[in-house]
């Protein structure tokens, strides 16, 4: 974090260009003092002021944990450096498979940044927003680098001829050398932020945790009683990958799902099933509270313009829609274990529409019920703004 000093000025009776000169110059000098952080912090080094901080935290804890245990209790001495010991090699892992994803995922960005075509670049960026999670192996890089070789002379020589041929060739083989090198740097960048989340978790009891999550706030709208759905909802849209994907969106609503720790959020484009462990025990005596920075898993995504039918039954939201308009997005680990939200294509759909079904469980009938009467509303005003076409089904149809 960086901290800028308050300023303090007394007896101020001055013009305002000696105020602003002494503003210019105060913060300048704290910038400037606080500048080493700023690049401390580049993924591209490696991230050494986060290293330093987790090393200088795990050698705190192996020096300072053995000597509270003895002040309580003799026998309390094995304990002691047993946790100390403990906190020393988790936070010294953490810190040094976190430098190599820093670095690793930098270097793969400024390798595809620099040699590979807007194509590659565009198929990088969904893998990132969680499109698409397969990535190809090295040798089918290294294949595709050797086609390039082959097929870049073709293209520059089209393009700009004779010259087109050199440039051609130089960029074929980077691409040879430079495929493989971003297959091999992503897929260790992918092995060293798995160890990194493992070690993770061994830091779990030395976190603080915040009583709730930060309200939202607006100018054009007044200071309204805190709501842990509303501010779940708004936490989601700022920080599900990354913020990036999701920025743009318009909470209309964030209703809990029946099971622990899953919210169904709406915008007013998108349906998004997400969940976070750390809100598992929401609302029960045992909730610790929300950690500094929870982990949203999007499980599911729906756009609004593909729902084609919406009802409610016994608590349950079931939505059909139709998959070729839509991003259906299942988590497959998720997939693995039964939750509230069961999706399920139907295939034998008199039809010639590809369908799925997603229902969403509720604790009680009124809050499905809410959600559902807000939903029809939000597809309603989506049809008024010109969404495409609408595909409308028959009750019958829908089995």
Not at 103 to 114: C, T
Not at 188 to 193: E, R, Y
Request: charged share 20%; proline share 4%; net charge positive.
């Amino acid at each position: 974090q960086i901290h800028l000093k308050q300023l303090v000025i007394t007896h101020h009776m001055a013009s305002w260009e000696s105020i602003q000169e002494i503003l210019v110059r105060h913060y300048i000098r704290q910038i400037l003092h606080e500048m080493y952080k700023v690049f401390g912090s580049a993924g591209v080094i490696g991230n050494p002021m986060g290293f330093a901080r987790s090393v200088g935290l795990g050698i705190k804890d192996f020096l300072s944990v053995p000597a509270r245990s003895v002040l309580q209790s003799p026998a309390g001495l094995i304990t002691g450096m047993a946790q100390g010991t403990t906190s020393l090699l988790s936070n010294t892992v953490y810190a040094l498979s976190d430098a190599a994803t820093q670095f690793s995922r930098s270097a793969h960005k400024g390798i595809v940044a620099l040699t590979f075509d807007d194509h590659a670049v565009a198929k990088m960026e969904k893998q990132q927003k969680g499109i698409s999670s397969h990535s190809k192996g090295v040798i089918n890089e290294f294949f595709e680098g050797l086609t390039g070789l082959l097929q870049s002379p073709i293209k520059g020589a089209e393009k700009h001829g004779l010259p087109g041929v050199l440039s051609g060739i130089a960029l074929g083989i980077t691409g040879l050398v430079a495929r493989p090198a971003a297959s091999i740097l992503e897929i260790t960048g992918k092995t060293a932020q798995s160890i990194r989340n493992r070690s993770k978790l061994h830091q779990m009891g030395l976190q603080r945790f915040r009583v709730r999550l930060p309200r939202p706030l607006s100018r054009e709208l007044p200071l309204r009683p805190y709501s842990w759905e509303e501010a779940v909802g708004t936490s989601i849209l700022a920080e599900a990958d990354g913020g990036l994907k999701l920025k743009d969106e318009i909470l209309v609503m964030c209703k809990a799902l029946k099971q622990g720790g899953q919210f169904v959020v709406i915008t007013e484009r998108l349906i998004l099933i997400v969940s976070c462990s750390c809100l598992v025990d929401l609302g029960k005596p045992e909730f610790p509270g929300v950690l500094a920075d929870p982990e949203w898993v999007i499980e599911a995504e729906i756009g609004m313009e593909s729902v084609i039918h919406a009802d409610t039954a016994g608590g349950v939201v079931h939505i059909v829609g139709s998959s070729s308009d839509t991003l259906l997005r299942q988590n497959q680990q998720q997939l693995k274990r039964g939750t509230g939200t069961r999706g399920k294509r139907g295939n034998n759909s008199p039809t010639p529409l590809p369908l799925f079904q997603t229902n969403l469980e509720f604790t009680c009938e009124e809050a499905a019920e809410n959600l559902l009467q807000v939903l029809l509303s939000t597809i309603e005003k989506g049809k008024e703004q010109g969404w495409g076409c609408v595909y409308l089904l028959h009750q019958s149809n829908l089995k």
